[in-house]
């Protein structure tokens, strides 16, 4: 049976959606392409709030990973960790011999730009990365005030940001903020099908890229740039789900994106007032993500049971991740969405639970 997903990743995709992956195939030198990439960059600019490149990549979110960190650092890296997702960067970094240090907090727990400030002053870095929503864990870290830190205090670092889980759910605004490189993956807060990751460059960025001599290839920023003034990629692109994406840019953009970070913001809070009713909230309530929440598992109930229970009514949501497996589970309120969506899946939960 068909299941309407609230979990983190892949979204729901609507069928319009779906359907626009199928035009036919055209040749990725032909003009048609350029044409498709020409009409779509404009549109992901808007959503970024920039006027730098934003390129498109056929990969997952993780390659972003690699392709950032490699290309961005010449002294050293600080990985801020708060869960499993902003934990893989240290493991990009050690699977490329990028030299890095870490600092954590607890599961459920955030950055303050204080936290950063003394973090950042113990060491010689010029890179920070940062996770502006940890998916594991439902935390959302002040991705503004922190690239506000960065910027004023420590200018030669470049700020990486991984905001997969965010990025078309919440607000970015690029280039006012001083972000350096930012990512996110297409099965996300954009509700497209997984394989594509979309990526804006600062001229920092591009600047440090360009001194890195072994940045790597398929990712290389100063290649994607090359081709991107022709509206092109150096590799083949992912044409089917550009299509999708383009089509999935006029949407957002004829909703506005005002109104949906609006819509992200009150579907969170339904999530969180029900959650608070019931249950608890598994993260700190300073850093409570617009797009996904965590919620403990206070009643001690079986998660796998309730999923199983949901999957009959034509929902899924997500277990808790890793060690929060049945602590926690999480319910994504990120991408295609609505209230009414968020309305019908707790009224579900409430009566397959009898809590209502
Ligand atoms: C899903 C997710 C990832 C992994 O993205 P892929 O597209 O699977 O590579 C990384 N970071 C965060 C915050 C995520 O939510």
Same mark, same amino acid.
């Given at each position: 049976?068909? *299941?309407?997903?609230?979990?983190?990743?892949?979204?729901?995709? =609507?069928?319009?959606?779906?359907?626009?992956?199928?035009?036919?195939?055209?040749?990725?030198?032909?003009?048609?392409?350029?044409?498709?990439?020409?009409? @779509?960059?404009?549109?992901?600019? &808007?959503?970024?709030?920039?006027? +730098?490149?934003?390129?498109?990549?056929?990969?997952? #979110?993780?390659?972003?990973?690699?392709?950032?960190?490699?290309?961005?650092?010449?002294?050293?890296?600080?990985?801020?960790?708060?869960?499993?997702?902003?934990?893989?960067?240290?493991? /990009?970094?050690?699977?490329? #011999?990028?030299?890095?240090?870490?600092?954590?907090?607890?599961?459920?727990?955030?950055?303050?730009?204080?936290?950063?400030?003394?973090? %950042?002053?113990?060491?010689?870095?010029?890179?920070?990365?940062?996770?502006?929503?940890?998916?594991?864990?439902?935390?959302?870290?002040?991705?503004?005030?922190?690239?506000?830190?960065?910027?004023?205090?420590?200018?030669?670092?470049?700020?990486? @940001?991984?905001?997969?889980?965010?990025?078309?759910?919440?607000?970015?605004?690029?280039?006012?903020?001083?972000?350096?490189? @930012?990512?996110?993956?297409?099965?996300?807060?954009?509700?497209?099908?997984?394989?594509?990751?979309?990526? $804006? /460059?600062?001229?920092?960025?591009?600047?440090?890229? =360009?001194?890195?001599?072994?940045?790597?290839?398929?990712?290389?920023?100063?290649?994607?740039? *090359?081709?991107?003034?022709? !509206?092109?990629?150096?590799?083949?692109?992912?044409?089917?789900?550009?299509?999708?994406?383009?089509? +999935?840019?006029?949407?957002?953009?004829?909703?506005? %994106?005002?109104?949906?970070?609006? =819509?992200?913001?009150?579907? $969170?809070?339904?999530?969180?007032?029900?959650?608070?009713?019931?249950?608890?909230?598994?993260?700190?309530?300073?850093?409570?993500? !617009?797009?996904?929440?965590?919620?403990?598992?206070? =009643?001690?109930?079986?998660?796998?049971?309730?999923? &199983?229970?949901?999957?009959?009514?034509?929902?899924?949501?997500?277990?808790?991740? #890793?060690?929060? *497996?049945?602590?926690?589970?999480?319910?994504?309120?990120? #991408?295609?969405?609505?209230?009414?969506?968020?309305?019908?899946?707790?009224?579900?939960?409430?009566?397959? %639970?009898?809590?209502?």
């Amino acid at each position: 049976m068909y *299941k309407k997903l609230f979990i983190p990743g892949p979204t729901h995709v =609507r069928d319009e959606i779906l359907a626009a992956q199928t035009a036919p195939m055209i040749g990725h030198r032909a003009k048609d392409y350029s044409d498709l990439q020409a009409a @779509v960059t404009p549109k992901l600019q &808007k959503l970024l709030y920039t006027q +730098q490149p934003v390129f498109i990549y056929a990969c997952s #979110g993780t390659g972003l990973m690699e392709g950032s960190l490699r290309q961005a650092v010449l002294k050293r890296a600080l990985i801020t960790v708060c869960g499993a997702f902003s934990k893989r960067w240290l493991e /990009v970094a050690q699977g490329n #011999g990028v030299p890095a240090d870490s600092v954590e907090v607890e599961m459920g727990q955030g950055f303050t730009p204080e936290m950063i400030d003394a973090a %950042l002053s113990k060491g010689d870095y010029d890179v920070l990365t940062l996770t502006f929503n940890e998916t594991s864990t439902g935390v959302m870290n002040p991705l503004q005030e922190i690239a506000a830190l960065v910027r004023e205090k420590y200018p030669d670092v470049l700020l990486l @940001v991984d905001a997969v889980s965010a990025m078309a759910g919440a607000k970015i605004e690029f280039d006012a903020w001083g972000v350096d490189v @930012v990512f996110a993956s297409s099965q996300k807060c954009f509700a497209l099908p997984p394989g594509l990751t979309i990526a $804006a /460059v600062s001229e920092r960025a591009f600047a440090r890229a =360009r001194q890195v001599p072994h940045r790597g290839y398929y990712f290389d920023f100063i290649d994607m740039l *090359k081709y991107y003034e022709r !509206n092109q990629t150096p590799a083949t692109p992912a044409i089917s789900l550009i299509y999708a994406l383009n089509k +999935q840019m006029d949407d957002i953009l004829a909703e506005g %994106l005002d109104n949906r970070w609006a =819509r992200h913001i009150e579907m $969170a809070e339904i999530v969180r007032a029900w959650a608070r009713q019931h249950w608890a909230l598994f993260p700190d309530p300073r850093f409570l993500s !617009n797009t996904v929440t965590t919620v403990t598992n206070t =009643r001690g109930i079986s998660v796998g049971d309730l999923n &199983k229970a949901l999957a009959e009514r034509g929902a899924m949501i997500s277990n808790g991740y #890793g060690t929060l *497996k049945e602590k926690t589970f999480r319910i994504a309120h990120m #991408g295609d969405l609505t209230v009414a969506d968020i309305r019908w899946l707790l009224a579900q939960i409430d009566d397959i %639970l009898g809590l209502a």
